[in-house]
Every structure is written in C-alpha cells, then in structure tokens.
C-alpha cells in the first residue's frame, strides 16, 4: 500500500470526524434498491411479485431537506423498471425523475441506474414507486423529509411518526391484467382488496392474521403520514371514535383543522396529528379506508381495515375489549369530498409563503375525460359499440415514444419522436358537462406544450361527460402548483376567475378534478426540462390521460438541464 501524504491523512481525518459527530449541513444519503421476485401471501394467494429487496411495501427513505439522494437501483427481473419520487420537484435533475420513455429509458433486466438529486425547499412526506405499466401495484415505499436540523416543525413535536400507506392486492399478476385490457379496450379486473402498509386486514377472508395494529399510549400525539398508492381508487379514512388534524398535504404545511375523515386521491399524501385520549379507554378501534366512486366503471366495493390498540401496563392482559367501527362517507359523497378539500389552504406565513403567480403569462384549457379508439383488425374489443376506452387531454390520447422524451430534446433529436404544438385549448367546444357529442373518438399522437423559462402558468382542467362524468386525480412532475379555484359544471371565463383564492390556496403536487366540474391551477415553470403530467388513476394513465411539458433552459447556467449521467439507460 502506498504510503499517504498529510493531505490525505488530513482528509481523512475530516471524513471520520463529519461522520461520528452531529453536522447541521446537509448530507449525502445512499440507497440500495435491488429489483427482484419474491413470493408474497394475501388472501390466502401466494404469487410471485416484483418487489424492492424482497419486501412489501419496498423500504423507508428518510432524508432531511438540503440532503442529497444518490439511490442505486439494479434490475434482477425480466421486467423493465423505472423508479420515480412522487412530489419531489427534482429542480434541474429531471433525469433522476423516473417516468419511463418520459425522462429516461427504462432500466433493462441486468441493468443498474443510480438516481442522483438533492432535496430543494421541500419537507414532508412523499413517495417513490415503479413509473412503468403497472408495476407500482408492488413497487413502492414512502419517502420522509424532515426539516434541516434544529429547524422545528410548525406545531408541536409529535411522540412518534408512524407512515400509513393505502394499496391494493390483486390474487393474479396485474401485467397480465393491464395486458388484457390494453387488448380488448375495456375496463380492467379490480383490485381483491385495499391494504393498509400492505395487510388487507380482518374484513377479508383468510387475512384476520394479516392486520395492521397501531399500537399507541394514552395522552400522546401521533404524527400519521398517509400515503394513497392506490391504482384507481380515490379513498376515503377514518379512525373510530377519534379526530385527525390535518397538518400537511403533499409536502406542504397547511391551516390546520380537525375532521373525523378525509379523502385521499391516489398520489396525494397527508400529514395528520392523531391524539389519543387521556386514559386506557378499555376498547379498541378501527380504522378504515374505502373508495370514493363517481365514474360508471366497476371498481372494488370493499373495505381495508387496521386496529388502533391502546398500551397499558396495568392491563396488559386484557382481551375481547369491544372493537368499535368508524362510519364513512357513502361511496358517492361528493358533497363530502368538495366541503373536506375546501377546507385545505396554506399556511401563508412569512415563513411558509404561498407564492402564488399574481400574473399569469400563459392562459390553457384542458379538457379532461374519456373517448374512444378504434380496434384492432381482427380483435373483438369491449368498449362502447366494439370499440376501445380512450382517455385524452384536449382530445389527444397520448402515444408512448420508444426513447425517452427528456434525451430526444436535449440532443437535438426530436423530429419523429414528439410534436412541440400541444393544443392550449379543445379543438372542438362544446357543451362538457352536457349531453355528449355524437363523435367520441380521440386523436392518438405524442405531443408536448412548450414553454420559455420562467412563464407563470393558469391551467384549468375542465371534465367531460362524453361517457360519463368522473374525477381524475391530476399529478403534475416538477412542480407544486396552487388550487386557485374548482366548481362544477362548466368553467366561465366571464365569472369564475373573480372567485379565485389568489391569497392562501393549497399547494399541491396531485389534484383531483372534481366529478362534472373544473379545477384551476397556477405554477410558475422555473424547471427546465421535460415534465409528465397525467392522471394517477391508473387505467385511464394506460387509456392515454397524459400530456408532457418542455420547459426550456434560461438564459443563466443555473437556469439550464445539466447533461445526463453517463450511466443514464439506453433504450
């Protein structure tokens, strides 16, 4: 071994000391993420599942804002994969986003990819799943930010946190199922059953083992981040006999308020302050999670559920206490739905600003909604008249390119791979929320909105009832953006914008467009790059509900996209 300078000596020194003692800067935080089969148990079905090391829901990422990620994922399976960390805004490190054939290409089996990206302004909980087909059904965890050190949260330190994750179990292999419905153009098996951190809970056949238990003491504060990773299922929750305060959502700290329930939309995530009551109250509860359905498809009627059981040293023995049940929503309350999201507003203090755009550069309209396509020669398809579901965004129905979008723009090598002349509006106008037009078909191409750096952007998503009105749980990569404004029926330009909330509306990363109705954002574009944005209900993201931006570079070197990663995959 060659012998050290003192330089190196020196260096190394340093290295050891920033390790044993406490730093306030920020950190580099390294990941492992080996992509792998594992045999999995619910319901009494056993199957084989992609998975993250082996485990369901994949592993914890705990990071603290300014801290960098260098996540390390190798593929040991056949399928491709891709990794993407919902609601982080990735600022100029769009490469490390994770949408498959969107910002890179897919990691191919044998194949590794090292996700490299520091956390900017943010804090709070998030999460990372599969970006490719219909892999997140297994492939995800939660991601928790804390504030920088010695920075205290905006209410009391809890006594514990404790991440809460709403999934979905299919007995059979959902590749084959969205397969299928790809094929045939109809709607797609449901989910067996909702999960809560994986377990389906006692409501379930064969699954009373497979429960989880919140264990908590009496008098204390408990900090829930709920996660909805869902495929198709808006959720409502609720703990009996209890109230939840509602302190974040999407990374955001809001107004908090206390509710007996709330709704959450597949990507969304909350933040809820849970008090437990003074003494051992000699019972214990539920808690319980159930869809929240407005669309005309099938959907999975049933209900997921965990126990809060109440620690006491006193009576540590004590069994067969009554279990009480909390009572949700009915499964079309949307009345329920619009009054608990009004509800959200951000905190809007000097500390915690919302910035939203006063003035707005670019005006859009995007209609939002089903259609149809037609089907294949030779195929029998189960759509409306033989035909295909299609979902689209102003009538287009997005096309998956076979490279990856971001690399295509960044080298000068787009011709033939996307259109730069998305539509700012629908082509054809017409009465949304109405009787349906007699054409229903949607126009199949890959098209991006183009906008220069900086713009500030007004985007309403407007409904359609053209075969039947739903909400469309809308996530947009690369930004928070703010809910200025949502109503039902159709969007008048003439009369709405003066009801919008322009002082403390929420910031959001996932938003739900509201069943027959409209939801107006504002986001300021200061991320170059190439950006999705689709619905989180996963069939309709298959049917072609997705649109990507491209931000351009600024004229400053650190309003630019930096070049890739050499080890960035190939397609």
């Not at 206390?258 to 003074?278: A, S, W």
């Not at 209609?367 to 009538?395: E, H, R, Y």
């Not at 390119?401 to 690399?407: D, E, G, I, S, Y």
């Amino acid at each position: 071994m060659q012998k050290m300078g003192a330089i190196g000596l020196f260096l190394v020194s340093l290295m050891i000391a920033s390790c044993l003692l406490p730093s306030v800067s920020a950190a580099t935080r390294h990941y492992k993420f080996e992509i792998k089969m594992q045999n999995v148990t619910r319901l009494c079905h056993t199957k084989s599942m992609v998975t993250v090391n082996g485990q369901f829901p994949g592993p914890r990422i705990v990071a603290r804002e300014g801290d960098r990620l260098e996540i390390e994922v190798v593929n040991h399976v056949q399928n491709n994969i891709s990794i993407h960390w919902h609601g982080i805004r990735q600022l100029r490190s769009g490469w490390a986003d994770g949408p498959a054939y969107i910002t890179q290409c897919p990691i191919q089996t044998g194949q590794s990819y090292v996700y490299n990206f520091t956390i900017i302004g943010q804090r709070g909980t998030f999460w990372w799943h599969a970006h490719i087909s219909w892999l997140r059904s297994t492939v995800y965890g939660p991601i928790i930010i804390l504030p920088k050190k010695n920075t205290p949260y905006p209410f009391a330190k809890p006594y514990k946190e404790i991440p809460i994750i709403f999934g979905e179990w299919f007995n059979t292999d959902t590749e084959a199922i969205i397969s299928q419905a790809l094929q045939t153009g109809g709607g797609p098996n449901v989910s067996d059953a909702y999960t809560i951190n994986g377990l389906p809970g006692p409501l379930y056949n064969c699954s009373a083992k497979d429960t989880f238990k919140l264990k908590v003491k009496p008098g204390k504060t408990y900090l829930l981040r709920l996660i909805n990773v869902a495929l198709n299922d808006e959720l409502f929750f609720s703990i009996a006999n209890h109230t939840l305060r509602v302190i974040d959502a999407d990374g955001v700290y809001v107004k908090p308020f206390e509710t007996d329930t709330l709704i959450i939309t597949p990507g969304q995530t909350h933040n809820v302050l849970l008090k437990t009551k003074p003494h051992f109250p000699n019972a214990t509860f539920y808690m319980t999670a159930r869809p929240y359905v407005t669309g005309p498809g099938t959907f999975d009627n049933s209900t997921v559920a965990g126990i809060l059981e109440y620690e006491s040293k006193s009576k540590p023995h004590l069994k067969n206490l009554p279990l009480f049940k909390p009572l949700l929503p009915a499964l079309n309350d949307t009345t329920f739905v619009t009054n608990f999201t009004s509800r959200l507003r951000s905190l809007a203090t000097p500390q915690f600003p919302a910035n939203v755009p006063l003035n707005v550069d670019k005006q859009l309209f995007f209609t939002v909604g089903l259609g149809t396509s037609p089907c294949d020669q030779n195929k029998n398809c189960q759509g409306p008249n033989g035909t295909k579901f299609s979902a689209s965004i102003n009538n287009v129905s997005f096309v998956q390119p076979t490279t990856a979008l971001l690399q295509s723009h960044f080298f000068g090598q787009s011709k033939g791979v996307y259109k730069p002349d998305f539509p700012y509006s629908p082509l054809n106008w017409f009465n949304y929320t109405g009787n349906p037009p007699n054409n229903t078909s949607v126009k199949k191409d890959t098209k991006l909105m183009v906008l220069p750096f900086n713009t500030s952007v007004e985007l309403v998503m407007q409904d359609t009832s053209i075969l039947g009105a739903e909400s469309h749980p809308l996530h947009l990569h690369g930004f928070n953006f703010f809910v200025v404004g949502q109503g039902f029926g159709n969007f008048d330009r003439n009369k709405d914008p003066a009801n919008f909330n322009l002082v403390d509306p929420i910031e959001r990363n996932t938003v739900g467009v509201p069943s027959g109705g409209w939801v107006a954002i504002r986001f300021l574009a200061d991320n170059p790059g190439v950006w999705f944005m689709h619905c989180h209900l996963e069939i309709h993201t298959s049917w072609g509900l997705k649109m990507a931006w491209l931000v351009l570079d600024g004229k400053l070197p650190n309003q630019k996209l930096p070049p890739p990663p050499k080890d960035l995959p190939k397609c």
